[in-house]
């Protein structure tokens, strides 16, 4: 029998095809804290910054947490088709530059991108073959008790936002997994996030990831 050597082709090889993850989940769930872990570890992932037309919060930095625009410019990007999705929440409007998702795309890298519920519905829509992977608080009342702690919004706010968790954790079956957020776990929840991203790694079945045309 001859015996293989180092040179020896494979039987079959997988084409290595970048994904593309989307994280959502209601607001006060931790995605900042989560996605900024991933970051921390070195994960190989391009992490696509989000646009907001919102002010920065106390320690965020611009083009780092997100590309703080003002509305005009925000309207401009829009109107020249240069955001991949976009939406207006709580009063502002957040959207996802397309030319740093696409070339990501491109040169095969795998991409993140932290996004509302509304926007995940959206980029779902142009590229089906992203993953979309739900945030979750433990609870309702640990959700509330998050947005308390975080002292960003009023009473009436604190209102909206819980009324509005309580509608979107109703969406969870359009995701493709979820992960629970537990309070001093943060690592655990970007274990389990990874392990997604190893599992569709591994899929046999994946396409190549483009977003469509507009129609």
């Known amino acids: 029998m001859e015996k293989a050597t180092s040179d020896s082709q494979p039987l079959f090889s997988l084409p290595a095809r970048p994904l593309f993850v989307i994280l959502s989940g209601p607001s006060g769930v931790g995605k900042d804290a989560v996605l900024n872990r991933i970051k921390e570890t070195g994960y190989p992932l391009k992490y696509i910054t ?6 920065p919060r106390a320690k965020e930095k611009n083009n780092v947490d997100y590309h703080f625009v003002s509305t005009e410019k925000f309207k401009e990007m829009k109107e020249k088709n240069q955001l991949l999705e976009w939406a207006e929440v709580y009063g502002n409007w957040y959207g996802v530059p397309k ?101 569709e790694k591994c899929r046999v079945t994946r396409e190549e990831i483009m977003p469509k045309p507009p129609d």
């Open 50 to 55: 989000t646009l907001t037309t919102r002010p």
């Open 99 to 199: 030319e740093a998702a696409i070339q990501a795309l491109r040169e095969g890298q795998d991409v993140m991108v932290k996004v509302d519920i509304q926007g995940a519905e959206s980029i779902k829509k142009i590229i089906p073959q992203a993953i979309t992977i739900f945030l979750m608080p433990p609870s309702l009342e640990e959700l509330l008790a998050r947005l308390k702690r975080r002292r960003t919004e009023l009473s009436f706010d604190l209102d909206l936002r819980l009324k509005t968790a309580e509608k979107e954790m109703k969406q969870l079956s359009r995701f493709d997994y979820a992960i629970v957020n537990r309070s001093g776990e943060i690592d655990l929840a970007v274990a389990e996030i990874k392990a997604i991203i190893t599992a």
